[in-house]
């Protein structure tokens, strides 16, 4: 298969970074559990590695960690094409918060829950149009564009559900976030999150439009002088973009059944960059890696849930966690990565 | 044109300007050997160069962009030291760079006094700064709202507008660094008027330019550099224009050869064989501010060369064909089927390919590897959704590493590791892959070592021994008599004419390169909106 990841050996490929982190961060809570005086020990009740079955499902801090991280990494999946052509999507907060406004909406005016599911989606994919066409064909800075639908959508997410929560009872739209197949008892976000995944994989990797994206991002000029249709595929990278969000929206508003136009994906645009760029993608443009974003979301998520673990007030969570995403961030720095590779060599 | 034609300045009163014996090293070249240059009270004198001559060095040193490794200046008669383009000005030495560095977004007035704004108290004084933005304006007699944008002036007007703001620093010395690169007939009139104005006022005016033509119009004196070393001063009126560009590309060229023989042929080059269509046709192919309406054809197994200087209009020839820009006049045929205009994406399919001269900035993906690097044109050809298997982009990479003998450690590795010359036969592996009907190389044997450019040469007879039709893009004049069955000649963004078997050779281009124009108005031989 033609992923950069496939060719690369497993410690050149960028998705390794945020994967340590993620185990360093699991192994640094054991830890806590097991050396702190009245700690709860490896796997004791409350422990960070406990699994305790809840209503018949696995629960625990690691499952929290992948059903938290599950919106993230679909937005951080939809965001990462977009910043591989040189590009960048603010608006895909709003947009949760507009698909799931719409979606609430409309089912409880007694519309399928099917149809609402589908209407919120397209609606996800027609906000991403409007930012693909104004920024490709109309060459408005993608800051600008995207930053208007910030501000614009969740304006409109207010005036639908006319500036209440809408809460709602339907266990198709309950099943997005809530849901727990029988047949894979994990959470269904995780599960929307990682076929997505490999969706996405398969349409950029085993067709050229991975590569077309990466070559418009890295050189425009020599993409265009090869006849890359460079307009159409920008363009399609903030529509997938703003279907994403819309899917990250459905989750977000599943998992409190109703939906919050004030709310629902505050700061996830920041979330989402922050997950492409940890997975080794450059804000530059250029290459990408659909792992490493993944990956990178979940990362985030399970600082968030090490932050709840070790009960760190929501006022002082901020700190610990910046202070871990610079550390990420460092280490996967140009100039140390280039004297990790050095070293590499030197020892064979 | 021989050394005792040569002026010999007469050394009675100091030079405005005297450069003596500059060197300039950079790390491993040295761009700049023992130069020597002057320039006197109300003069325009003309720089003139080949591509790495070192003219841009010496515009440097001038500006006080960057110090010189040994050498001095003076300004009348006192050494300077500019150590920055603030410092040269305070001196009186005022540049003005190709690329106009006007805030766009500014006012005129705001422009020519940005970042020595008269103030008091910290506070800029608007009347003052208006009242001398107008004294530079002036100077130059051209009149333009000083509260207008920049970026709603023509280009040429934003040309003068930088010229004001060197003015305003009582500059003594102006140097233009291609001032009229982007200027139509008109406008570099314009500002020829201006510069003729401020050579009266007792300017000294360093003129750099490829444009021979409009270094004869306003010239007095003429400098060649060639490789970084002086080739000589002359003044214009004893400098013929055969000598001239013999001074600057180095080669010799004989007088007597203008004779009939070499005189320009400018029919044959727009009339297709009798039989079959050429592999590439275009008919009075041409675009405003880029080239005159240009007619060509190539067949099959055949290479034609486009010569002439830099700046002649050869690469926007060249983009014209490939569909790169629209032209807005004239078509291009590939086999006789006319292409679409202006789009790339068509000539590929037509079976048009195209090396661009700038190999990193346009042709490469520096990061990807040889493999993506190769694949890329062919992979565009069969559209997004028809991936090719990974099995065959290796072959494909394997045989073009072999077949071109790709110096790299291995197909993975990222083309911006390789030398130039590895990294110009990926370029030519890419276009080779999707087997073109026509293949336009621009400069591919620029900035690349013997060896390797030998090899390209060898690779581009035996396309051309296997049918492909070539259009060839050189400064090396050797190179396209060697390669090519015929050529074009361009010069000032025109067709000077066309040279074919054995009337193709060096001096004949040379001259035809050097040859006056038949029009009387010399002075406005670039690309002309009227002439289509």
């Given amino acids: 298969m033609a992923t950069p990841a496939g060719q690369r050996s497993w410690h050149a490929s960028p998705a390794v970074w945020p ?63 977009v910043i591989a052509t040189r590009g960048v999507d603010l608006s895909v907060g709003s947009v949760m918060a507009l698909a799931g406004a719409v979606a609430a909406s409309l089912v409880v005016a007694d519309v399928p829950s099917i149809a609402a599911l589908a209407t919120a989606l397209a609606v996800g994919a027609a906000c991403g149009l409007c930012n693909g066409v104004l920024v490709s064909f109309g060459g408005v800075q993608p800051f600008v564009v995207t930053l208007v639908l910030m501000v614009a959508g969740r304006g409109v997410a207010q005036l639908v559900t006319g500036s209440q929560i809408t809460t709602f009872h339907d266990p198709l739209l309950e099943f997005v976030g809530l849901g727990r197949p029988a047949w894979l008892p994990l959470p269904m976000p995780f599960i929307l999150a990682t076929a997505m995944l490999g969706a996405t994989v398969l349409a950029l990797r085993r067709t050229a439009l991975g590569l077309f994206t990466e070559a418009v991002g890295s050189n425009p000029e020599a993409a265009a002088l090869v006849g890359v249709r460079s307009r159409l595929l920008v363009a399609a990278a903030y529509v997938f973009c703003g279907l994403c969000a819309a899917l990250a929206g459905l989750i977000a508003m599943a998992n409190i059944k109703g939906a919050d136009p004030f709310n629902a994906g505050r700061n996830a645009e920041l979330a989402a960059i922050f997950a492409v760029v940890v997975g080794g993608t450059s804000l530059a443009g250029g290459r990408m890696c659909l792992l490493g974003a993944f990956a990178g979301a979940f990362l985030l998520q399970a600082l968030t849930t090490t932050m709840y673990a070790r009960n760190i007030g929501a006022d002082v969570a901020p700190l610990p966690q910046a202070l871990a995403i610079l550390a990420v961030c460092i280490v996967g720095s140009p100039p140390v990565a280039a004297m990790l590779g050095r070293r590499r060599k030197r020892t064979p | 044109m021989t050394p005792a034609e040569r002026l010999n300045h007469p050394a009675a009163s100091p030079p405005l300007v005297d450069v003596r014996g500059v060197v300039m090293d950079y790390p491993g070249v040295r761009a700049l050997d023992r130069v020597s240059f002057d320039l006197a009270r109300g003069e325009i004198h003309a720089l003139m160069g080949e591509n790495g001559a070192g003219k841009s060095t010496l515009v440097k040193i001038l500006a006080g962009r960057q110090r010189p490794t040994a050498g001095t200046i003076r300004l009348g008669g006192t050494e300077i030291r500019p150590a920055s383009t603030r410092h040269a000005e305070a001196h009186g030495v005022s540049t003005v760079f190709q690329e106009i560095d006007l805030v766009p977004t500014l006012s005129v007035a705001d422009n ?252 490469l993906l520096l990061d990807f590897s040889v493999r993506e690097n190769i694949v890329l044109a062919l992979q565009s050809r069969r559209g997004p959704l028809h991936p090719l298997p990974r099995a065959e982009q290796d072959r494909l990479a394997a045989h073009y590493i072999e077949a071109l003998a790709i110096a790299a450690p291995g197909p993975d590795t990222p083309v911006g590791q390789l030398s130039g010359g590895n990294q110009q036969k990926v370029l030519l592996a890419r276009w080779l892959a999707v087997q073109p009907v026509v293949l336009i190389l621009d400069e591919p044997t620029r900035g690349i070592d013997v060896g390797a450019r030998a090899e390209i040469e060898r690779l581009i007879l035996d396309l051309r021994a296997r049918g492909m039709a070539i259009v060839l893009i050189s400064s090396e004049l050797d190179e396209i008599v060697r390669l090519c069955d015929r050529a074009l000649v361009l010069r000032d963004r025109t067709a000077a004419g066309a040279l074919a078997g054995e009337a193709l050779d060096e001096s004949a281009v040379l001259a035809m390169v050097a040859a006056a124009p038949a029009s009387a108005s010399i002075a406005n031989r670039t690309v002309d909106e009227d002439a289509g």
């Fill in chain 2, 112 to 363: 020519i006094c940005l970042g020595r704004e008269p103030t008091r108290l910290g506070l800029v004084r608007r009347p003052r700064l208006r009242a001398r933005a107008a004294a530079a304006l002036r100077r130059l007699g051209i009149a333009i709202d000083l509260d207008r944008t920049v970026e709603e002036l023509p280009t040429a007007i934003q040309q003068l507008v930088a010229i004001s703001r060197a003015l305003d620093c009582d500059a003594r010395v102006l140097v233009l660094d291609e001032p009229t690169s982007s200027l139509d007939a008109s406008e570099t009139g314009t500002l020829f008027e201006a510069l003729r104005r401020l050579r009266e006022q007792g300017l000294g005016i360093v003129f750099v330019t490829h444009f021979i033509e409009q270094v004869y119009a306003i010239a007095d004196r003429i400098t060649v550099l060639r490789n970084g070393a002086r080739v000589g001063c002359w003044t214009t009126a004893a400098l013929s224009r055969e000598a001239l560009v013999s001074a600057m590309t180095g080669r010799r060229l004989e007088a007597v050869h203008r004779g009939p023989a070499a005189a320009p042929e400018r029919e044959p080059i727009g009339a297709p064989a009798a039989h079959a269509p050429p592999a590439l046709a275009a008919r009075d192919l041409g675009r405003r501010r880029s080239i005159h309406p240009v007619s060509l054809h190539v067949s099959c197994g055949e290479a034609l060369g486009l010569a002439g200087l830099l700046g002649s209009g050869r690469t926007e020839l060249a983009r014209l064909l490939f569909g790169a820009d629209a032209p807005d006049t004239g078509r291009v045929e590939v086999e006789g089927r006319p292409l679409p205009v202006g789009s790339v994406r068509a000539a590929i399919a037509a079976g048009v390919a195209m090396t661009p001269e700038d190999r990193k900035s346009q042709g």
């Fill in chain 1, 19 to 81: 994967v340590l982190g993620i185990v360093s961060l699991v192994l640094l809570n054991a830890l806590f559990d097991k050396l702190l005086p009245g700690g709860p020990g490896l796997f004791g009740p409350g422990a960070f590695l406990r699994l305790s079955m809840r209503d018949g499902v696995p629960a625990g801090a690691l499952v929290d960690i992948l059903n938290y991280g599950g919106a993230i990494a679909i937005l951080a999946l939809g965001m990462t094409p």
